[in-house]
């Protein structure tokens, strides 16, 4: 019980230290071009079932602005809250027992989508970082070009 106590402790701790983004949303990013210059703004979608053909379809929920913004930064941080408490409670399911003293399963198929979206959210939020970073790469190289 120890271990459950501590899973459980770890989940309290993080729902207490800020907001929990709500399940299936993530944060996508846009570009819009003004003046020639290049743009890149961020919003809160989420899985809109109604619309869906076989295809995960997204619903805007929240503009977040810039990189820089409150907004973004702070959904950011909330859907990371939110995967930390995902992998917690998977982990506490795991250890408890179901009746008749087995322990619950959860379906292979469905671990490995889990696990996978995880690592989609990840690698997702890698790539809007390594795009922001040659953004700004990009147009301090102009800035020092135009100056010279």
Do not use: C
């Amino acid at each position: 019980m120890d271990k459950h106590r501590e899973l459980e402790t770890r989940i309290a701790q993080i729902k207490a230290s800020g907001e929990i983004a709500p399940p299936n949303t993530w944060i996508t990013s846009f570009n819009v071009n003004k003046n020639g210059k290049k743009y890149t703004y961020y919003r809160l979608m989420k899985a809109d079932p109604s619309k869906s053909n076989g295809k995960v379809r997204g619903k805007m929920v929240k503009y977040l602005g810039t990189k820089d913004s409150k907004a973004y930064k702070a959904m950011k941080q909330a859907i990371q809250r939110r995967n930390q408490v995902q992998v917690l409670l998977r982990q506490l399911q795991a250890l408890e027992p179901v009746s008749g003293g087995k322990q619950a399963k959860q379906p292979p198929l469905t671990r490995v989508v889990l696990q996978l979206m995880t690592q989609v959210q990840h690698l997702s939020n890698q790539l809007a970082e390594i795009q922001q970073w040659i953004e700004s790469s990009n147009q301090q190289n102009y800035q020092s070009f135009v100056y010279t």
